[in-house]
């Protein structure tokens, strides 16, 4: 098993920049894929960015590349870098890890964090 707890999530203005943390605790942290996805209320939740056990490489949405940056720090935290925020990027944002695939899609994802609540005013 492998929990994992997201912090950083606050009300930011519009072009601010967040950087959300993602804690994991349970078996070995450097042998899974981490992801971030997103959710807002009626809505199915969405990728966003993932990055693969080394940390060599990385995914990210269309809507958020070039804006967002995942990073992995091989202890037990991984991390998205939020630049640039749009009022669109307001939504609950969920940490997800899988030891046997890259979590690029939400039915990829073995383990889920409670969400963080992120809140880009314009």
């Known amino acids: 098993q492998v929990q994992l707890v997201e912090s950083g999530g606050r009300l930011v203005q519009a072009g601010g920049s967040l950087r959300l943390s993602c804690a994991a605790s349970g078996r070995t942290f450097s042998s899974y894929a981490m992801g971030w996805f997103r959710q807002t209320p009626g809505k199915e939740r969405e990728f966003v960015a993932a990055i693969n056990w080394s940390g060599g490489s990385t995914w990210y949405a269309d809507s958020v590349k070039g804006r967002f940056t995942i990073s992995r720090d091989n202890t037990e935290n991984t991390f998205l870098q939020m630049n640039r925020l749009k009022p669109e990027d307001t939504a609950v944002y969920y940490c997800?890890?899988?030891?046997?695939?890259?979590?690029?899609?939400?039915?990829?994802?073995?383990?889920w964090g409670q969400g963080t609540q992120v809140t880009v005013s314009s």
């Open positions: 997800a890890a899988n030891g046997r695939k890259i979590p690029l899609a939400v039915g990829a994802a073995a383990y």
